[in-house]
């Protein structure tokens, strides 16, 4: 096996954590109006999804109360 015979240099490592730049990024540019719109629209269109969703959804999720008792009728007429 071959060992090195000098340490590995990991004060780098530690000096990286201190390190600040002096260089500032560039500002961000600001949203024009057809980008704010059209955030605005996809939420929107969004939104609008999950909620009819939900509302064409709903009547397959109910338990339909009459059900059970057109079963239970069936079961008492085939006696």
């Not at 397959?60 to 085939?78: F, I, N, R, W, Y």
């Given at each position: 096996?071959?060992?090195?015979?000098?340490?590995?240099?990991?004060?780098?490592?530690?000096?990286?954590?201190?390190?600040?730049?002096?260089?500032?990024?560039?500002?961000?540019?600001?949203?024009?109006?057809?980008?704010?719109?059209?955030?605005?629209?996809?939420?929107?269109?969004?939104?609008?999804?999950?909620?009819?969703?939900?509302?064409?959804g709903m009547p397959?999720?109910?338990?339909?109360?009459?059900?059970?008792?057109?079963?239970?009728?069936?079961?008492?007429?085939?006696r």
């Open positions: 096996m071959l060992r090195r015979r000098e340490p590995i240099p990991f004060a780098f490592i530690a000096e990286a954590d201190k390190f600040r730049s002096n260089v500032a990024p560039p500002p961000r540019e600001r949203a024009s109006a057809g980008d704010i719109a059209g955030r605005w629209l996809l939420g929107l269109t969004i939104v609008a999804g999950l909620v009819g969703s939900l509302v064409l397959a999720l109910s338990v339909d109360q009459s059900a059970g008792h057109t079963q239970q009728s069936e079961a008492a007429d085939s």
